[in-house]
């Protein structure tokens, strides 16, 4: 956790890790093949942003060129998701796992077939995420009132 911060609530991740000029970043990943490249997934921002009130929100230029050069890993795409279920967050998780689906429809062309699948499958995973929040928020609500 000293590399990365994935439990701050703060909307901004930046994490000491990215205080590294990316071009060390990849050449550790390419000298450390076997670790490397995972471990970076696990640590680094999946997005730009992660404000509400965000016009436009990507994947994060470190989070893309890593699965644009390692996304047919499955340890690689592991920690990606990992790394994107990790998090401290305000209000309704809703908006959380809703904030995803726009970067993660960018990558449905994407090159790399492992890289598309695991898209369409992260933004099923979070639309069943968003739905089983809005029930128990409504449960909630509702055991409020009663």
Not at 30 to 38: I, L, S
Not at 43 to 50: D, E
Not at 84 to 91: D, E, I, L, N, S
Request: net charge negative; charged share 30%; hydrophobic share 40%.
């Amino acid at each position: 956790h000293a590399l990365g911060d994935s439990f701050t609530f703060a909307d901004e991740k930046n994490p000491a890790v990215l205080k590294v000029p990316e071009d060390i970043l990849f050449a550790w990943c390419d000298a450390h093949p076997d670790a490397g490249p995972a471990f970076l997934a696990g640590i680094v921002p999946v997005l730009t942003t992660r404000r509400e009130d965000a016009p436009e929100r990507a994947l994060h230029p470190i989070a893309k060129r890593l699965l644009d050069e390692f996304g047919e890993r499955e340890d690689v795409l592991r920690k990606f998701s990992q790394n994107m279920h990790t998090f401290g967050w305000r209000g309704s998780r809703t908006t959380y796992y809703a904030m995803y689906e726009t970067p993660l429809r960018v990558l449905e062309g994407h090159p790399i077939g492992a890289v598309r699948r695991w898209s369409a499958k992260m933004i099923s995973s979070f639309s069943r995420e968003i739905e089983a929040t809005k029930t128990e928020e409504e449960e909630r609500a509702a055991n409020w009132e009663a």
